[in-house]
């Protein structure tokens, strides 16, 4: 070999100029600084991330849409009631509200204690502010404690511009218009951005494509972010917001409608200790009454509530090879409703939580990871949730992990509290000895970076188990009739999750990825309301998509997506839907002609008049928009 | 010249054990190939030279070392290692190896840098790796020396590097990139080139070619004369003198792009300039 390398130094002509960027390009590749492979695709779980510049240039107009195009995600539109819009969920079981997926924005859990799930239209975040969106699929409770057993959808959004600045943009079309102002400004020591947002969607037609839902949304969000920075090594951060939503109420006469108004705090402290590593202090608050539930005669009123506190260390230790986080965390959160909690309208939850993730290099190919919760609460009490995985690196680029977990997702106030008589006659009970879902999930993936990082490629097999699951009954079936819930049910999921994704040149790139998931459950559709588990979930799934520049400041964009046939439920209304296969096609033509200006056509679901999603009696039609957008400011 | 050398390093491979030092580079990569030329020319002893995949000669106790890889061995004790293009790998307490900066003598950088930008009062330091921070801190010390403010700031992740810029302040002369490998690829470069120029300040950068692709100047220590540090490092070692932990060359090359530097403002003729790019 030695030789072999001198007779090829002696037959080097000369030394070749090399391209400028190949020595730290084949510095980067081969070890990072903590001696190990540790780049951001190698991590112990599935984990997808979506940036602003993809957001802007696939034109995604919600946040459902962000997600809906990406390998195991389910996203059903349609859903109509209690400010969703969509069910969305990772590695299926979707229905009303998936209680197994935890939400975060920048950090702070969006995910209701009341009834389980996330109200997507209605989260207090705007899309101009979107700086990425993380998918992390499958069970991390051992890092982001219950509710966090089918994935987690962080979603972070960017910090002041330091430089004054700000942005106007208006979008309009064929069933939604919506404009959105920003300003931002601030100097070294820190920034403050003011951001507003007014959206108002159309009602989506019937099921059967004619005709209006009144499903409409009207909503109306303020935020506020300041940074300070006194010095390099501490950062402040304050975040606010304020939002208020109207929308129909899908099925009455057109003149009932229900409000929804929010605003939460947030403050965060971080500090670097050089040598001992980075503590963060994070305390937020957030509030939520909604005014009347769209679904039933007579008015509902629900204030929700949470208060969280949470502390962070993270450190590099061992000569760097041992990476760990230690947290410890308190929350309160409750719900209050003299109708849902008749005779005792007041129902909360508190939860206490230590937690350490360690992740060790061992070799410089093998990395292992290690992770426990604890966690001690009202409705749950003691609950550990762990994750242990196995990272190898055969070679350069590419990656193999296995990794076992268990999470526990903590059934939602309602079902454990409720008492709550419908004007129809129909009693809903809930069960005080409810007990939190348990989820174990096996996975194993493979991860490979090719052409310098253009070509990502991953495949991801897994199982899940979840045993206790949440089962609506019929309690008693006399007048009324009395359902309550328990934990009787138990289900498993298999499936394989591949994509792969190119980028060709700066600001074009190809996507591409595909999603098997099969469900089997011990108790088929004997539930309450006939939910059919096995049939719930599309067992194929793909989906394609591309952008480019095309020159002279034009970019266009294109995504197209696969869904096999499955069974919609919507427990909310009551109703069982086959839906057909079908297909969404969406495309986008945008035009810069100068660096602060943008013009764009687009247009969704361009396939069909319509297609149905859900089973809450309304279709998601064929959408047109165009927008202008215009920056001040570098 | 290089003939000669290679000849003479070829003369040694058979009797690898008896080398006086054994050179192990990371890959057949030129810039690591420039580096070993430069040790040659300035070694002056017998050198034993090994790819990072293959097992150092019996018997061998000093070693240079070209590139991350070739670094990233468990050293024994009484090792002697100089790591030379290694910018990957962080200096650890009490570890035998001498590490040849890439930045240079951030003394004489900055000198070189003030006489290109007169009116240099912040410059604005972009740095991303743990491994990259003890050079940081040396160019702020050195900033304090001379009346300059370096402004020392890390991109964590680096790919948070958009949204990083638009943070910072407007109150930079200069835009410095660090030779940081996390750091310094064609994405980010082309992001910090646009950003220069629409502040219409000077973006600077740490390796030649980067003048070429627009960078207003590079100031930058040659993958040769890394090399030549690094056999006087493991020469000074070897014969029991003291060396520092960071061995920092003073022979620092200053590139000009003149339009990009035009375009940022510069006005200077650029006569400090070593060379010159229309």
Excluded at chain 1, 88 to 117: C, K, N, T
Excluded at chain 1, 354 to 364: E, I, Q, Y
Excluded at chain 1, 494 to 523: H, M, P, T, W
Excluded at chain 1, 579 to 590: H, T
Aim: proline residues 5%; charged residues 20%.
């Amino acid at each position: 070999m030695r030789a072999l390398l001198f007779l090829a130094i002696a037959a080097a002509p000369a030394f070749a100029e090399d391209d400028a960027f190949d020595f730290f390009r084949e510095e980067a590749k081969i070890y990072t600084a903590s001696r190990r492979p540790e780049p951001a695709w190698r991590a112990p779980v599935a984990v997808d991330i979506i940036t602003a510049e993809e957001i802007k240039a696939y034109g995604y107009s919600n946040i459902a849409d962000i997600l809906r195009f990406r390998a195991g995600m389910d996203v059903n539109d349609g859903r109509s009631s209690d400010g969703n819009r969509a069910v969305v969920s990772a590695r299926g079981f979707s229905r009303d509200f998936v209680a197994e997926m935890q939400v975060l924005i920048d950090g702070r859990s969006a995910y209701s204690p009341f009834l389980g799930g996330v109200y997507w239209a209605s989260l207090p975040v705007q899309m101009q502010d979107i700086e990425r969106v993380e998918i992390i699929r499958g069970p991390n409770a051992a890092l982001y404690g219950s509710n966090a057993a089918l994935g987690v959808i962080n979603i972070i959004t960017r910090k002041p511009a330091a430089a004054p600045s700000g942005s106007l943009s208006a979008r309009g079309g064929s069933r939604m218009r919506a404009s959105a102002e920003s300003a931002e400004g601030g100097g070294r020591l820190g920034g403050l951005s003011l951001s507003h947002e007014l959206t108002q969607v159309q009602g989506n037609p019937a099921s059967n494509g004619v005709g209006d839902a009144n499903d409409f949304l009207h909503s109306n969000k303020l935020n506020l972010r300041g940074t300070l920075a006194p010095n390099p090594e501490t950062v402040f951060e304050f975040m606010g917001g304020v939002s208020r939503q109207t929308q129909g109420i899908p099925g009455s006469d057109g003149g009932q409608r229900a409000t929804r108004e929010e605003d939460f705090q947030l403050i965060r402290a971080e500090r670097k200790l050089d040598a001992a590593g980075t503590v963060e202090a994070v305390l937020s608050h957030s509030e939520l009454l909604v005014a009347a539930h769209p679904l039933f005669v007579g008015t509902i009123r629900v204030r929700t509530y949470q208060y969280d506190a949470e502390l962070l260390h993270r450190s590099d230790w061992g000569g760097e090879r041992v990476n760990s986080v230690f947290g410890a965390s308190w929350r309160l959160t409750g719900a209050y409703s003299d109708q849902s909690f008749a005779g005792r309208p007041a129902q909360q939850n508190e939860i206490m939580r230590g937690f350490m993730h360690h992740s060790a290099g061992l070799t410089d190919r093998l990395t292992a990871v290690a992770g426990l919760s604890l966690e001690n609460s009202q409705v749950g009490d003691l609950q550990p949730s762990w994750q242990g995985a196995a990272l190898y690196s055969p070679a350069e680029d590419h990656i193999l992990r296995l990794s076992y977990s268990r999470a526990h997702t903590m059934p939602p106030l309602f079902n454990k509290y409720a008492n709550y008589r419908l004007a129809a006659p129909l009693h809903l009970v809930g069960n005080p000895d409810l007990a939190p879902q348990q989820l174990a999930s096996w996975e194993a993936g493979w991860a490979s970076r090719a052409l310098d990082g253009a070509l990502k490629s991953e495949v991801a097999v897994y199982f899940m188990e979840i045993k206790d699951r949440n089962f609506p009954f019929i309690q008693s079936a006399g007048a009324p009739l009395v359902v309550s819930y328990d934990n009787r049910n138990r289900a498993t999921a298999r499936g394989v999750e591949l994509s792969e994704e190119y980028a060709f040149a700066a600001g074009g790139a190809v996507f591409a990825n595909y999603s098997f998931e099969k469900i089997q459950d011990d108790k088929g559709p004997t539930d309450f309301f006939r939910t059919d588990l096995r049939r719930g979930t599309p067992v194929h799934k793909f989906n394609v998509g591309g952008r480019a520049l095309l020159g002279r400041g034009f970019g266009a964009s294109a995504l197209l997506g696969y869904k096999d046939a499955y069974d919609a439920n919507s427990s909310t209304r009551g109703t069982r839907l086959a839906v057909a296969r079908s297909f969404r096609f969406d495309a986008r033509l945008s035009w810069t002609p100068r660096p602060d200006w943008e013009l764009f056509l687009a247009g969704m679901d361009l396939l069909q008049p319509y297609r149905v999603e859900w089973a809450d009696g309304t279709a998601v039609p064929r959408r047109f928009e165009g927008g202008v957008a215009k920056r001040f400011g570098p | 010249m290089r003939a000669v050398l290679l000849l003479l390093a070829l003369s040694f491979p058979g009797r690898a054990g008896a080398a006086e030092a054994t050179a192990i580079l990371s890959s057949d990569s030129g810039h690591y190939r420039q580096a070993l030329e430069g040790f040659l020319e300035v070694w002056g002893g017998s050198v034993a030279v090994v790819s990072a995949g293959e097992a150092a000669p019996p018997g061998a106790k000093a070693y240079v070392v070209f590139g991350s890889r070739a670094a990233a061995r468990a050293w024994t004790k009484d090792a002697v290692v100089v790591a030379c293009l290694a910018p990957s790998i962080a200096a650890e307490e009490g570890d035998a190896v001498t590490h040849v900066s890439l930045l240079g003598d951030p003394g004489v950088l900055l000198a070189r840098v003030r006489a290109l930008i007169p009116r240099l009062k912040v410059l604005r330091v972009l740095w991303s790796s743990d491994s990259s921070r003890v050079d940081a801190e040396a160019l702020r010390k050195a900033g304090v020396e001379r009346g300059v403010v370096v402004h020392l700031a890390r991109v964590s992740p680096p790919s948070s590097l958009p949204s990083f810029l638009r943070e910072q302040a407007d109150d930079a002369d200069a835009l410095w990139l660090m030779p940081d490998p996390a750091l310094i690829n064609t994405e980010s470069f082309s992001i910090l080139r646009e950003y220069a120029a629409a502040r219409k300040i000077p973006f600077l950068a740490p390796t030649e070619g980067l003048a070429e692709r627009g960078a207003a100047a590079t100031i930058a220590v040659s993958f040769r004369d890394m090399g030549r540090a690094a056999a006087e490092s493991l020469r000074a070692r070897l014969d029991g003198r003291a060396e520092p932990e960071f061995v920092r060359s003073g022979t620092v090359r200053v590139t000009v792009n003149v339009a990009a530097a035009r375009a940022a403002g510069l006005d200077s003729d650029f006569r400090s300039a070593d060379k010159v790019l229309p």
